[in-house]
């Protein structure tokens, strides 16, 4: 049983950054690809980001190109989401996910972290 565990958000200012971790334990890191998605109050759940098992494949969200960047170290069974420029509308509670391949089924879930953007 793979269980993961985000950290690293938050209450900052629009425009400051933010970086999210995403642990996992009880099975390797290295045989999934890790996704990073938002629910913000009132919308639907929305995928941001996905980085595959190798980290050879990374997308996005349009809303978030060129101010987020996932990255992986599978020595460390951590995902990172490193979020730059933030806007209000970034304001969610993030979860990471890990799945056999990016938009494939959701294996594993996190249980969240807020991030509230907002002065």
């Known amino acids: 049983q793979l269980q993961l565990v985000e950290s690293g958000g938050g209450l900052v200012q629009p425009g400051g950054s933010l970086r999210l971790s995403c642990a996992a334990s009880g099975l390797t890191l290295d045989d999934y690809a890790i996704g990073w998605f938002r629910r913000a109050p009132g919308k639907e759940r929305e995928g941001v980001s996905c980085i595959s098992s190798s980290g050879d494949s990374i997308n996005y969200a349009d809303s978030v190109k060129g101010r987020f960047t996932i990255s992986r170290d599978n020595a460390k069974n951590t995902v990172y989401l490193q979020m730059n420029s933030l806007k209000p509308e970034d304001t969610a509670i993030y979860y990471c996910?890990?799945?056999?391949?990016?938009?494939?089924?959701?294996?594993?879930w996190g249980q969240g972290t807020q991030v509230t953007v907002s002065s």
């Open positions: 996910a890990a799945a056999r391949r990016c938009y494939s089924d959701i294996d594993y």
